[in-house]
């Protein structure tokens, strides 16, 4: 299965290797980051690795293609043998798009703008305060049975990380995307959280203290941004529609 | 220990990839909704049986089992969905319900015909426990007779741990000193006996926070307090 039309089938076979586009794009990140981040004990080391990494690994050419595969005849054996059914991953796909998402984080993070008390609420007893919206059935379900949120301020910046794997609040959030799951973001979180957020466009200033929150148990993390300024004139619905998952989760503004 | 329990604080990393995508490639989306529906089935859960055949125990601990006991050279090399990909066939091979011989061959297939037509049909009832258990969830949370050994404001050490295959102690914070912020009500559970290691009973958990200059002295950040949920058993009494 050829991913990548565009490339001919003459050139080597890795223009056809996702990993490599992110390497590429990995490289592109290391001269960025050589240009704006501050290094821990002034040494540039870690961007020179950084560009070794196209040479790290080598996988075979057919990669993706036989993941795809492998995944596929998986399902399709799990359905012949009655374990799941021809509809079973669908409507697990489909209750993310439309049940538990970023859209329902997105309403609690626009009501605790224009309501200080139920972003107080939220803070103190998060499940209780999420309880009182109308949002879908489930928002104490799958990973979301023990939630807390926490509040930025002018003084303080959340930042939520998972170690040990990728423990991410699907409820309000939805599926963890791939820059939380990346071991490098996962490590280097922990020791260098400026440095990280500024690789992502965020320059939290010195003075501003960086709690980061790691999920080793049970409590499912997420952040409550602080609200845009300019946004006084807007309605509750259309403050709903700036919310991102990278604000929710600490490495983006809203 | 492996290092993938202690990945946190890592140096030499270069720079992060910040892709927002959940999924980058169109199967990951399948080998999600496999899991999910692993999870949901799982025969501990307190659920009304269905007819799916799946009759064996599948939960988070499984799949970060799986990931844990990875070559660390892997670990970083494959991409997440690939090593749930490996992690979840392997397990439906090594419980029996499929053959590594099964698998292969319409894997082969699929190479060569992507479109092959999926296999049809199905208990309805086997979807509507999937949906059940995201609604309603597996919370950990139990009620037990067993009091906090540790307030709120207390100095705590944590230990290291025997860890043999599966951890809940992240390996950056063992053997440190910390402040425990937050008693959570009640006790939890975890989804697997971790043996030596201590978690899978009811006990309580603690929010407890730590200063990054006592774990990375001198190769830190100013101004930043890291919080780590942590279960009783990991944490001493401070000297």
């Known amino acids: 299965m050829n991913t990548h039309p565009e490339h001919s089938a003459a050139e080597p076979s890795s223009t056809d290797d996702p990993n490599l586009r992110f390497s590429r794009r990995n490289l592109l990140l290391a001269s960025t980051a050589a240009a704006v981040a501050p290094t821990i004990g002034g040494t540039l080391v870690e961007t020179a690795q950084a560009q070794q990494v196209p040479q790290r690994f080598s996988y075979p050419a057919d990669r993706e293609a036989r993941n795809a595969a492998r995944a596929l005849a998986l399902e399709a054996l799990l359905i012949e043998k009655g374990i799941i059914t021809s509809k079973t991953v669908n409507s697990v796909l489909s209750f993310f798009e439309t049940q538990m998402g970023p859209f329902n984080g997105a309403k609690v993070v626009a009501r605790a703008w224009v309501d200080p008390a139920f972003r107080q609420a939220l803070v103190d007893d998060t499940p209780a305060a999420i309880a009182k919206l109308d949002l879908p059935k489930g928002m104490a379900g799958a990973e979301g049975e023990h939630m807390r949120a926490v509040a930025n301020s002018p003084t303080v910046h959340n930042l939520i990380i998972c170690t040990l794997c990728s423990c991410y609040p699907w409820p309000v959030l939805g599926l963890p995307p791939y820059w939380y799951k990346d071991p490098t973001f996962r490590a280097r979180a922990a020791r260098e959280p400026r440095a990280v957020l500024k690789e992502f466009g965020l320059d939290i200033a010195p003075s501003v203290e960086i709690k980061t929150w790691d999920s080793s148990a049970q409590i499912r993390w997420f952040v409550v941004p602080e609200r845009p300024a300019g946004t006084g004139g807007m309605t509750e619905a259309e403050l709903i529609k700036l919310v991102t998952p990278e604000g929710m989760m600490g490495v983006a503004r809203v | ?95 029996g319900y499929i053959t590594e011989a099964e698998l292969e061959a319409r894997t082969q297939q699929m190479l060569r015909n992507p479109s092959t037509a999926s296999a049809t049909g199905g208990d309805p009832a086997i979807d509507k426990r999937v949906i059940t258990y995201l609604v309603e969830g597996d919370s950990p949370k139990r009620d037990s007779a067993m009091k906090p050994r540790f307030s709120a404001g207390e100095k705590v050490f944590v230990k290291d741990v025997p860890t043999v295959e599966h951890t809940r102690l992240p390996g950056y914070l063992r053997n440190r000193a910390g402040v425990v912020d937050t008693v959570y009500p009640g006790t939890y559970t975890y989804l697997t006996s971790t043996g030596p290691d201590g978690i899978g009973e009811a006990m309580p958990v603690y929010c407890v926070r730590f200063d990054p200059e006592a774990i990375w002295k001198g190769n830190t950040e100013k101004n930043v307090t890291i919080y780590a949920d942590l279960y009783e058993a990991y944490l001493d009494k401070s000297n």
């Open chain 2, 1 to 95: 220990m492996k290092l993938q329990h202690s990945l946190g604080g890592l140096e030499g990393l270069g720079p992060v990839t910040f892709e927002k995508r959940v999924f980058v490639e169109p199967w990951e989306k399948r080998i999600f909704g496999i899991h999910v529906a692993m999870m949901a089935l799982s025969s501990q859960l307190p659920l009304p049986p269905t007819p799916s055949g799946f009759k064996t125990v599948w939960t988070w601990a499984d799949l970060r089992k799986g990931a844990e006991s990875l070559n660390p050279f892997d670990y970083f090399k494959y991409r997440y969905y690939e090593k749930w990909l490996g992690g979840i066939s392997g397990y439906f091979i090594e419980k």
